[in-house]
């Protein structure tokens, strides 16, 4: 499996982006798919997650109600909505995919197989 990250950049707080990742190599709906962050000098920490059918999501509480994931199986792709952004939603943003055989909470990074290059996400103030 290989991930490919897009779609950040730059936003003035209060505004809004989404971030894509596309997956390429083996069946895309065997595996549960993870957003996860890392500003400078922190560590990665989770952002949301979803399900292989995209039945369930999971978030951080740092982003409840401001950013959506999903998923599209016929494309392959995984989406990051984020909404009312704030600087502190700083970071690089990486997507991970994970098979759905691994243990583990959807925030735990080792349940994940595959990671992708990260797109930044820089929110101005």
């Known amino acids: 499996v290989q991930l490919q990250a897009s779609g950040g950049g730059l936003v003035q707080a209060g505004g809004s982006l989404r971030v894509s990742c596309a997956s390429s190599g083996r069946t895309f709906n065997g595996y549960n798919m993870g957003w996860f962050r890392q500003a400078p000098g922190k560590e990665r920490e989770f952002v949301a997650a979803?399900?292989?059918?995209?039945?369930?999501?999971y978030y951080a509480d740092s982003v409840k109600g401001r950013f959506t994931i999903s998923r599209d199986n016929a494309k392959n792709t995984v989406y990051l909505q984020m909404n009312s952004l704030k600087p502190e939603d700083t970071a690089v943003y990486y997507c991970?995919?994970?098979?759905?055989?691994?243990?583990?909470?959807?925030?735990?990074?080792?349940?994940?197989?595959?990671w992708g290059q990260g797109t930044q996400v820089t929110v101005s103030s």
């Open positions: 979803i399900n292989w059918s995209g039945s369930r999501t």
């Open positions: 991970a995919a994970g098979s759905v055989e691994n243990r583990g909470t959807y925030d735990y990074p080792a349940k994940y197989d595959y």
